[in-house]
């Protein structure tokens, strides 16, 4: 009998421990695009250009008991640049800027997450921008939001890259502003439940 009652206990343990979250793997999420937003900000002498992509998607795996064990890959279509001034868009999309027509996206794609504090991550990966590929670590602010299906994931932040560094080495003209080297990357994204 005590055997009996041992071996229910045991495989009960077991079924409870195997069905927990305590052992859940990332799993595919999809992106809430109508709450994202993927752009930057270009720095001149005289003033900030602010634009979107309007084209991008992210492959994204959420672990929501270790966010260490989750993963981001991202494609963004730089043809879909749109700061609200078309001829400059035109301009964006030529081989002074993104070079669409040679490099039609650009990409990141995560190699190790950290949690440094509540609500905070530091997400290391390579970005790819016109062929060049450079490492890059971006602290991130998450935050948890209950759904009637689940919980949405909202990451935010932004980070800064030199442009030359991936072959944009625009230089403006005598009668217009210079733009600075540093360009800020800056993103708002909601993960579905």
């Known amino acids: 009998m005590k055997k009996r009652i041992f071996t229910f206990v045991a495989a009960s343990l077991l079924g409870f421990l195997l069905s927990s979250n305590a052992y859940s793997e990332p799993t595919a999420r999809a992106i809430d695009h109508r709450k994202s937003k993927i752009g930057f900000i270009a720095?001149?002498?005289?003033?900030?250009?602010?634009?979107?992509?309007?084209?991008?998607?992210?492959q994204v795996n959420i672990d929501p008991n270790?966010?260490?064990?989750?993963?981001?890959?991202?494609?963004?279509?730089?043809?879909?640049?749109?700061?609200d001034i078309e001829k400059r868009d035109e301009h964006l999309r030529a081989d002074d800027f993104f070079a669409s027509q040679k490099y039609p996206t650009a990409q990141f794609k995560s190699t190790?997450?950290?949690?440094?504090?509540?609500?905070t991550l530091l997400i290391a990966g390579n970005l790819k921008i016109r062929?060049?590929?450079?490492?890059?670590?971006?602290?991130?602010?998450?935050?948890?939001k209950e759904k009637e299906n689940g919980r949405a994931l909202r990451i935010s932040g932004s980070v800064s890259i030199i442009r030359q560094e991936f072959d944009i080495n625009y230089v403006a003209g005598m009668l217009l502003p210079s733009v600075e080297k540093e360009v800020d990357i800056v993103f708002d994204v909601t993960v579905k439940p």
Request: net charge positive; charged share 20%; aromatic share 10%.
């Open 66 to 83: 270790d966010l260490t064990q989750c993963s981001f890959a991202l494609k963004v279509q730089t043809a879909s640049v749109n700061t």
């Open 131 to 144: 062929n060049k590929t450079k490492p890059l670590t971006i602290p991130v602010k998450y935050q948890w």
């Open 43 to 58: 720095h001149t002498t005289m003033f900030d250009v602010e634009g979107v992509f309007e084209k991008w998607d992210a």
């Open 112 to 119: 190790s997450i950290k949690v440094t504090s509540p609500g």
